[in-house]
């Protein structure tokens, strides 16, 4: 576990290879880590490029591995988004928070529009990414072809507990901040 600037969570490299890479199989267009590409290098060491580095030459050299077996800019955005939700869960965790809302982004699929303002525990979030099967993002088919929804964004409340109303615990911390 390690921290980044202003104590945010950055992941670590035994987080991508143990939690974000098996989080790939829940997507159908993407090639499984263990297949080779063109020249017999195997997909997860451009998958690890995407995910370790922000540098654009090593960008395009794993995007290059992947052109012709899958839609390399969609597998570097949902590498790129289980990094970023992954993160802002743990955070929180390590923050001292328990519970998320669901809050609305620009882009989201109609199923995610029904769960917006929904509580879920962020131990629930984050034991669905260590299962393969995060909660977002998550693969979607639009017109008969694989694509992926980025999910909801999440507000979390450090003073909200299982059990806790949502609305009352916002009227509270409303009156005590006065």
């Given at each position: 576990?390690t921290?980044?600037r202003?104590?945010?969570?950055?992941i670590?490299?035994?987080?991508?290879?143990s939690i974000?890479?098996p989080?790939?199989?829940?997507?159908?267009?993407?090639?499984?880590?263990?297949?080779?590409g063109?020249?017999?290098?195997?997909?997860?060491?451009s998958?690890?490029?995407?995910l370790?580095s922000d540098?654009?030459?090593?960008h395009?050299?794993?995007?290059?591995?992947?052109?012709?077996?899958?839609?390399?800019?969609?597998?570097?955005?949902?590498?790129r988004s289980?990094?970023?939700h992954?993160?802002w869960?743990m955070?929180?965790k390590?923050?001292?928070?328990?519970?998320a809302?669901?809050?609305e982004?620009?882009?989201?699929?109609?199923?995610c529009?029904?769960?917006v303002?929904?509580?879920?525990e962020i131990d629930?979030?984050?034991?669905?990414?260590?299962s393969?099967?995060?909660?977002?993002?998550?693969?979607?088919?639009v017109?008969?072809?694989a694509?992926?929804?980025?999910g909801?964004?999440?507000?979390?409340?450090?003073?909200?507990r299982?059990?806790?109303?949502?609305?009352?615990?916002n009227?509270?911390?409303?009156?005590?901040?006065?």
């Amino acid at each position: 576990m390690t921290e980044g600037r202003g104590g945010r969570y950055r992941i670590s490299d035994d987080d991508i290879e143990s939690i974000i890479i098996p989080s790939l199989g829940s997507f159908l267009f993407i090639p499984p880590p263990a297949a080779t590409g063109f020249g017999g290098m195997e997909f997860i060491h451009s998958y690890m490029r995407l995910l370790s580095s922000d540098e654009y030459r090593d960008h395009a050299e794993a995007k290059d591995r992947l052109i012709g077996h899958c839609d390399a800019m969609a597998v570097m955005n949902v590498i790129r988004s289980l990094k970023r939700h992954y993160e802002w869960l743990m955070t929180a965790k390590i923050e001292g928070g328990t519970l998320a809302t669901l809050s609305e982004t620009r882009r989201h699929c109609r199923s995610c529009s029904t769960r917006v303002g929904e509580v879920i525990e962020i131990d629930y979030l984050l034991a669905k990414f260590q299962s393969g099967r995060p909660e977002f993002p998550h693969e979607i088919y639009v017109e008969e072809s694989a694509a992926f929804c980025e999910g909801l964004y999440y507000r979390f409340n450090m003073l909200l507990r299982p059990g806790d109303d949502p609305n009352f615990t916002n009227v509270w911390k409303g009156i005590s901040d006065e």
